[in-house]
């Protein structure tokens, strides 16, 4: 059994790591500027602060730390919010590795989003460029900073796509205007959506931290164009779409910049992490919207 400390621990993807950990007999430590629970140690990154208990027992750091990507408008504060709440994490870390004398691998997550939004034809994968547009430099930054763990610890990048869960996440909001009767897909409908189910990415932390599995990858469970998406998710709520496909421009005059998350996406590739020996349970939309829902 493990000593896993967790950096962002208390989000969506945190909470259920922790869950899933603990109930397989590990011990897990979250890193929080709030803490309220025994397990829970107080840090701030921002003001270089962390409090020392439990640190020298740390085997694995799980970095899951990032302000939300869509949660607001980007305003030029909001992207300097995004770009150095995931730097500044992961340079801190680094900095208080002399705390963890018994740490052996760094895992941190970082975007799918990082090839660019041209809605190209091409399928991307872990050896191409990163893309020049906002999103893409800040996960090249956040990789950079990543890779300082490299050259003294087993270090692994996991990019991650939209998660699926009918609780928390994208999916309640995608599902939402569709419960209203007011769903339909957005501007062409045909930009590819990358996603993995919950339980799916629980299970690639577990791969990878049981294996010691090292490097850089692509997470992803499936790929379907928005209007697939938006369809398969109706029909499984049991719901009529009768609106046309939003415009584009109308998301653009919402949105403005952050628009391009609904209205333009990539077709990738996640056979480096298939190739280690990881097999994912839910690859088909229709069935993995049923299990979700039907839990």
């Known amino acids: 059994m493990k000593t896993i400390l967790i950096a962002g621990g208390t989000g969506f993807i945190g909470t259920n790591l922790s869950r899933h950990f603990q109930e397989a007999g590990h011990t897990v ?27 020298e027992k740390v085997e694995i750091i799980i970095n899951l730390a990032g302000a939300g990507i869509a949660d607001k408008r980007w305003t030029s504060e909001r992207k300097n919010q995004i770009l150095k709440s995931r730097t500044d994490t992961i340079d801190y870390l680094f900095i208080s590795a002399t705390n963890f004398p018994k740490l052996e691998h760094f895992i941190t997550v970082s975007g799918i989003d990082c090839f660019g939004f041209n809605n190209s034809s091409k399928t991307y994968s872990e050896t191409d460029d990163y893309g020049t547009d906002f999103l893409s430099d800040v996960v090249r930054q956040w990789e950079e900073k990543a890779h300082l763990f490299a050259a ?9 796509p939209i998660v699926l869960d009918s609780e928390k996440g994208a999916l309640p909001k995608m599902a939402s205007p569709i419960k209203k009767y007011l769903g339909s897909p957005i501007g062409s409908g045909k930009q590819n959506m990358n996603w993995v189910h919950i339980d799916d990415l629980i299970a690639v932390f577990n791969h990878v931290m049981t294996h010691s599995i090292q490097g850089t990858f692509n997470i992803v469970g499936g790929n379907n164009t928005n209007e697939d998406f938006t369809k398969t998710l109706a029909q499984t709520l049991q ?9 584009s421009f109308v998301m653009k005059l919402i949105l403005g910049e952050m628009a391009i998350l609904l209205l333009n996406g990539n077709f990738i590739s996640g056979k480096k992490l298939i190739d280690t020996g990881f097999t994912y349970q839910h690859t088909e939309l229709e069935e993995t919207l049923k299990s979700i829902y039907d839990n």
Do not use: C, D, M
Not at 37 to 48: D, L, S, V
Not at 152 to 160: A, Q, S
């Open 239 to 247: 719901k009529p779409l009768f609106l046309p496909n939003v415009p």
């Open 152 to 160: 003294t610890y087993k270090t692994t990048i996991l990019r991650l």
């Open 29 to 55: 430590y979250i890193l929080s500027r709030k803490p309220k629970r025994k397990n829970q140690i107080y840090w701030n990154a921002h003001e270089k602060k962390i409090e020392g208990k439990h640190l």
